[in-house]
């Protein structure tokens, strides 16, 4: 199952990472034995509660040695294990693939989608694509089998960045195509209209999809480092403006503070894991660090 991944990941990484499941936090609909809990009921590997016999009640269902005790009918109730459909969005819009040092933006999460997938297939989860940048979505359904890692990976090393961002309209389309609960793991940069990303996370919430949102930016865009008056030049609309850093560079880095802020806001208010990325730090360590917080919560 580790072919194809070791384009984006080095195989001692994998083994760190490959002891820590990426559990799913709410509850999951799908049908194989995995390690999620599901949310239907029947016999299984897991007892869940018990309940009073009703007439109509199967016989099988019963439980005899609470009956011993107690005198009473109860039946069993238990609680399937299942797996998880996971559906890693990818922003490949242009701005994703500003890089101020050996990594761009749009790398750093392919090599993150690379490894979640490659988790999510290791525990039989079911794992689709979307790359959304420009005019065109680029959809690889979910599938559980083995052979669709390697469809993953070859469509993320095809990939580019470039074009307008189209984040907020991948939202929305997952919210609806994805017909049974599952989660969503964003990598943007998030450099669109905040009021409809707003709008698109919170639909993706009330379809009762989980979320993970990893917020990735360049160091270079948290700390304005330039010394000189420089020309920027926005990637996606072409539009240029000189700026003296050093004037202004205390309070771009207010507004880049608080423009994280907001998002680890929404995302707390909805019920979102918000992952605050900057990509001078090795991805394996960011992701190792956030699987344990998520494993531990």
Request: proline share 4%; net charge neutral; charged share 30%.
């Amino acid at each position: 199952m580790g072919a194809g991944i070791n384009r984006f990941v080095s195989p001692q990484a994998l083994s760190a990472l490959g002891r820590l499941p990426l559990l799913a936090r709410d509850v999951v609909e799908g049908f194989i034995t995995g390690l999620h809990t599901s949310p239907f009921h029947g016999f299984s590997v897991e007892f869940a509660e018990h309940r009073k016999y009703s007439p109509g009640d199967p016989l099988r269902d019963l439980d005899w040695t609470a009956y011993a005790r107690t005198d009473r009918y109860y039946i069993k109730r238990y609680r399937e294990e299942t797996n998880l459909r996971c559906c890693l969005l990818l922003d490949a819009s242009a701005s994703m693939g500003f890089a101020s040092a050996e990594i761009s933006k749009f790398d750093y999460a392919c090599r993150l989608a690379a490894c979640i997938g490659y988790l999510a297939m290791r525990q039989r989860d079911a794992i689709g694509l979307t790359i959304a940048g420009g005019d065109e979505e680029k959809r690889l359904p979910p599938s559980s089998r083995m052979a669709h890692l390697g469809l993953v990976m070859d469509m993320l090393e095809a990939a580019k960045p470039g074009g307008v961002p189209a984040i907020p309209a991948a939202f929305h389309n997952a919210a609806e195509y994805m017909r049974r609960r599952g989660l969503v793991v964003a990598f943007s940069d998030l450099l669109d209209g905040e009021e409809e990303l707003v709008k698109a996370l919170r639909h993706l919430r009330h379809r009762r999809h989980e979320v993970i949102l990893f917020h990735i930016l360049d160091p270079a865009e948290e700390d304005l480092p330039y010394r000189h008056v420089s020309e920027f030049i926005d990637l996606e609309n072409g539009e240029k403006i000189k700026v003296d850093p050093q004037a202004v560079r205390a309070q771009y880095q207010k507004e880049i503070a608080s423009f994280r802020a907001r998002y680890r806001k929404l995302c707390s208010d909805c019920a979102i894991d918000y992952v605050a990325v900057n990509t001078s730090e090795k991805f394996e360590t960011l992701l190792m660090r956030y699987l344990v917080r998520r494993s531990r919560a």
